[in-house]
């Protein structure tokens, strides 16, 4: 190590990141050298190459992009779970820059040509079948990036980018800091009636921590949910839906927090975006690198699944409003009354509770849990490691097969005030092969769940909804196409060059292990019995696996067709025509939706997915890999019978060879069916729903 490295952890890539020692400090002194040795590179590779082979372009070209990416994504990571002043300004000082060098190089004519000219190279067809699908995918890219538009073309095209950039990371911005802000005081113990103990334990210690007495509550989803779902006090409810609903919109009390300006430049500059490219509407731009064909064909398939669904929602809120009015003396059901009716015709139709089921998922019994079923499935195990992590409570794990290591990954399970909200996967490290030596993976698990209370001095353990446990196994499932990858180069190693609309298949096909009797003994034990879940609650729990599946399909079907709308519909660039963001989700729950939620709600100005995320024109993904996942786990259910469990390490092996070892090296569909057979059905999705009556 030399002494530069030293002095910045960030330009050390000898083995993991040192977030002991790195400081907002170091952020643009690394990011500036890193741009600076690969636009070097890029300089250097930019003439024609007279014998032009993998060896000698891509690979030093991959060498020093790799660099740049992982120390970019440690800056990126430490803005989403350690976010300070600092290290934000560092963050937005880089990402100007960052995103300068990636559209250029996205926009190089002369990288293009050599691109080109090593797909009809004599080496080419000696290059294995993930090396070609690079090539084909760099290819594709570089139309997408504008490589092919005149100057003119490419310095708007660029100015876009950086330009959405900006704004993307404001919109999470604001995001975070109006959930933040808000702080709801109870003093009065009386008036949060029905809330769990374990609730009013976490709010009591969240006043303490500000110096105050009471019970205090904030926009964190562990800290405002449980009250939508067990307080009896209706105003109480209404007050913190209101204040969750008008986040970071005109409505949310602070107009310097407001997403609505930079969702309509958003739409605005993707629009013109696309039309530089060539294409319709920037749906058209997000789909080509996706399974789906066209936005076309996206909408046909969320129109005929809400055209399956509706029926049964529309029996749900039938149901929910008639018990609401009888049982609950609601006349008016309203949005800050649908979770609590529904927990309460949960609890009286199923027998139990939530909060009941809660007491049997401690946290050190589900990640152990968890750990055993990758075991068997995979037959990978994995071991408690050391790492220097950003938070005191992130924890650091190694995967091994027959001793030799595999991958590691850190898990940051709590909500914390500088953190983003959600739940993702996302790597550190990925796998390749670096001049002989095998580079494995790393990634970061991250969640947003209730830490541990201290009761009378007392640290206790975490405990999760089920809800929860079904979100980290989702993770995990992202996590593991990651760790698991046997592709040795990175272009398409892991989740990289995976549709985007078949990414979700690992992870939500993990979430089905949640719901096997087998697999919830292995990981449950009650917090005061230490005893497993019974199986008496394990069937209720089962009956109850499909109540409202109408109604959450629908609001599925709702978010992606609004998505896919507000970027397939919007007026040319130069149109007079107006374009309302609002009106567009009015009309999709016109259209899909059986119930709407109050005019105030503003559920858009915090969809991080499509507006900081990748999932624009893409949410869709969610239903469409539910089609995937439902359908690759029917496999392991037909196994039951004859193995006597679904954790069949036969069928395991099969999905680890033929989905999660390939990564992104063939299309998404070739693996399906090299693992399934034959091509998807929606049957098993609908099976797994409710709704194949």
């Given at each position: 190590m030399n002494s530069h490295t030293e002095l910045n952890p960030l330009l050390d890539f000898s083995d993991l990141p040192r977030f002991d020692a790195i400081t907002a400090e170091h952020v643009a002194p690394a990011i500036d050298r890193l741009l600076e040795e690969c636009r070097r590179t890029v300089a250097q590779l930019e003439a024609p190459i007279?014998?032009?082979?993998?060896?000698?372009?891509?690979?030093?070209?991959?060498?020093?992009?790799?660099?740049?990416?992982?120390?970019w994504g440690i800056v990126n990571h430490l803005n989403s779970v350690r976010d300070t002043p600092e290290l934000r300004a560092a963050y937005n000082e880089a990402q100007p820059k960052i995103t300068e060098f990636w559209t250029a190089l996205g926009q190089n004519l002369q990288l293009y040509q050599n691109y080109k000219a090593l797909a009809t190279s004599p080496s080419y067809a000696d290059l294995s079948s993930a090396r070609k699908k690079i090539i084909s995918n760099a290819l594709r890219d570089f139309k997408l990036g504008g490589a092919e538009l005149n100057d003119d073309a490419k310095k708007r095209y660029a100015e876009i980018q950086e330009r959405l950039a900006a704004l993307s990371t404001r919109f999470s911005e604001n995001l975070l800091d109006a959930t933040n802000d808000y702080k709801l005081l109870i003093e009065d113990r009386e008036q949060l009636k029905g809330l769990p103990e374990d609730v009013l334990q976490a709010a009591a210690n969240a006043a303490q921590e500000d110096g105050k007495q009471g019970y205090q509550f904030t926009l964190h989803f562990p800290s405002y949910f449980p009250v939508l779902q067990y307080a009896e006090d209706r105003s109480l409810r209404e007050t913190i839906y209101r204040a969750n609903a008008t986040k970071a919109s005109e409505l949310g009390g602070n107009a310097e927090w407001d997403n609505s300006a930079l969702i309509d430049e958003i739409l605005r500059l993707r629009q013109e975006e696309a039309e530089l490219l060539g294409y319709r509407h920037y749906a058209d731009v997000s789909l080509v690198p996706k399974m789906a064909e066209s936005a076309e064909q996206v909408e046909t398939f969320l129109l005929d699944l809400a055209t399956k669904a509706k029926p049964y929602a529309a029996k749900d809120l039938?149901?929910?409003?008639?018990?609401?009015?009888?049982?609950?003396?609601?006349?008016?059901?309203?949005?800050?009354?649908t979770t609590y009716a529904s927990e309460k015709l949960r609890e009286q139709r199923y027998?139990?509770?939530?909060?009941?089921?809660?007491?049997?998922?401690?946290?050190?019994?589900?990640?152990?849990?968890?750990?055993?079923v990758i075991e068997?499935?995979?037959?990978?195990?994995?071991?408690?490691?050391?790492?220097?992590?950003?938070?005191?409570?992130?924890?650091?794990?190694?995967?091994?097969?027959?001793?030799?290591l595999v991958g590691q990954f850190y898990l940051d399970l709590y909500a914390r005030a500088a953190k983003q909200g959600g739940a993702w996967m996302d790597d550190a490290r990925a796998r390749c092969l670096k001049q002989g030596q095998l580079q494995t993976p790393v990634v970061y698990l991250t969640c947003n769940f209730n830490a541990p209370v201290v009761v009378d001095g007392v640290r206790k353990p975490a405990t999760f909804t089920h809800d929860e446990v079904i979100t980290l196994f989702h993770e995990f499932g992202?996590?593991?196409h990651q760790l698991l990858t046997q592709v040795d180069d990175i272009a398409v190693s892991g989740i990289s060059g995976v549709e985007w609309?078949?990414?979700?298949?690992?992870?939500?096909?993990?979430?089905?292990?949640?719901?096997?009797?087998?697999?919830?003994?292995?990981?449950?034990?009650?917090?005061?019995?230490?005893?497993?879940?019974?199986?008496?609650?394990?069937?209720?729990?089962?009956?109850?696996?499909?109540?409202?599946?109408?109604?959450?399909?629908?609001?599925?079907?709702?978010?992606?067709?609004?998505?896919?709308?507000?970027?397939?519909?919007?007026?040319?660039?130069?149109?007079?025509?107006?374009?309302?963001?609002?009106?567009?989700?009015?009309?999709?729950?016109?259209?899909?939706?059986?119930?709407?939620?109050?005019?105030?709600?503003?559920?858009?100005?915090?969809?991080?997915?499509?507006?900081?995320?990748?999932?624009?024109?893409?949410?869709?993904?969610?239903?469409?890999?539910?089609?995937?996942?439902?359908?690759?786990?029917?496999?392991?259910?037909?196994?039951?019978?004859?193995?006597?469990?679904?954790?069949?390490?036969?069928?395991?092996?099969?999905?680890?060879?033929?989905?999660?070892?390939?990564?992104?090296?063939?299309?998404?569909?070739?693996?399906?069916?090299?693992?399934?057979?034959?091509?998807?059905?929606?049957?098993?999705?609908?099976?797994?729903?409710?709704?194949?009556?």
């Amino acid at each position: 190590m030399n002494s530069h490295t030293e002095l910045n952890p960030l330009l050390d890539f000898s083995d993991l990141p040192r977030f002991d020692a790195i400081t907002a400090e170091h952020v643009a002194p690394a990011i500036d050298r890193l741009l600076e040795e690969c636009r070097r590179t890029v300089a250097q590779l930019e003439a024609p190459i007279e014998n032009i082979t993998w060896d000698n372009f891509v690979t030093p070209l991959e060498t020093t992009t790799e660099r740049l990416g992982r120390a970019w994504g440690i800056v990126n990571h430490l803005n989403s779970v350690r976010d300070t002043p600092e290290l934000r300004a560092a963050y937005n000082e880089a990402q100007p820059k960052i995103t300068e060098f990636w559209t250029a190089l996205g926009q190089n004519l002369q990288l293009y040509q050599n691109y080109k000219a090593l797909a009809t190279s004599p080496s080419y067809a000696d290059l294995s079948s993930a090396r070609k699908k690079i090539i084909s995918n760099a290819l594709r890219d570089f139309k997408l990036g504008g490589a092919e538009l005149n100057d003119d073309a490419k310095k708007r095209y660029a100015e876009i980018q950086e330009r959405l950039a900006a704004l993307s990371t404001r919109f999470s911005e604001n995001l975070l800091d109006a959930t933040n802000d808000y702080k709801l005081l109870i003093e009065d113990r009386e008036q949060l009636k029905g809330l769990p103990e374990d609730v009013l334990q976490a709010a009591a210690n969240a006043a303490q921590e500000d110096g105050k007495q009471g019970y205090q509550f904030t926009l964190h989803f562990p800290s405002y949910f449980p009250v939508l779902q067990y307080a009896e006090d209706r105003s109480l409810r209404e007050t913190i839906y209101r204040a969750n609903a008008t986040k970071a919109s005109e409505l949310g009390g602070n107009a310097e927090w407001d997403n609505s300006a930079l969702i309509d430049e958003i739409l605005r500059l993707r629009q013109e975006e696309a039309e530089l490219l060539g294409y319709r509407h920037y749906a058209d731009v997000s789909l080509v690198p996706k399974m789906a064909e066209s936005a076309e064909q996206v909408e046909t398939f969320l129109l005929d699944l809400a055209t399956k669904a509706k029926p049964y929602a529309a029996k749900d809120l039938s149901e929910l409003r008639q018990f609401a009015k009888e049982q609950l003396g609601i006349d008016d059901l309203q949005a800050w009354d649908t979770t609590y009716a529904s927990e309460k015709l949960r609890e009286q139709r199923y027998a139990f509770s939530e909060q009941e089921l809660k007491q049997y998922f401690q946290e050190p019994k589900v990640v152990a849990g968890l750990f055993q079923v990758i075991e068997k499935l995979f037959g990978a195990t994995i071991r408690e490691d050391h790492a220097s992590t950003w938070h005191e409570d992130v924890r650091f794990f190694r995967v091994e097969r027959e001793g030799k290591l595999v991958g590691q990954f850190y898990l940051d399970l709590y909500a914390r005030a500088a953190k983003q909200g959600g739940a993702w996967m996302d790597d550190a490290r990925a796998r390749c092969l670096k001049q002989g030596q095998l580079q494995t993976p790393v990634v970061y698990l991250t969640c947003n769940f209730n830490a541990p209370v201290v009761v009378d001095g007392v640290r206790k353990p975490a405990t999760f909804t089920h809800d929860e446990v079904i979100t980290l196994f989702h993770e995990f499932g992202h996590g593991l196409h990651q760790l698991l990858t046997q592709v040795d180069d990175i272009a398409v190693s892991g989740i990289s060059g995976v549709e985007w609309d078949a990414v979700e298949l690992p992870s939500q096909f993990m979430e089905n292990f949640c719901w096997e009797w087998d697999v919830l003994q292995s990981m449950s034990a009650h917090v005061e019995t230490e005893q497993a879940l019974p199986r008496s609650l394990y069937d209720k729990m089962i009956a109850a696996k499909n109540f409202q599946a109408g109604l959450q399909t629908l609001r599925q079907v709702e978010f992606a067709l609004f998505d896919m709308r507000i970027h397939a519909q919007h007026p040319k660039t130069g149109s007079s025509a107006s374009f309302q963001v609002a009106q567009v989700l009015q009309d999709v729950r016109n259209q899909v939706s059986v119930i709407q939620p109050p005019s105030f709600n503003r559920f858009q100005h915090s969809f991080s997915h499509i507006f900081a995320g990748g999932y624009a024109a893409g949410y869709f993904s969610y239903k469409w890999a539910e089609v995937l996942s439902a359908d690759a786990y029917a496999a392991f259910e037909e196994v039951v019978e004859s193995e006597g469990t679904s954790l069949s390490r036969r069928v395991g092996q099969r999905f680890q060879t033929e989905i999660l070892e390939v990564g992104g090296s063939r299309p998404a569909l070739e693996s399906f069916v090299a693992f399934r057979g034959r091509k998807p059905s929606i049957d098993a999705l609908l099976r797994h729903n409710g709704m194949n009556a």
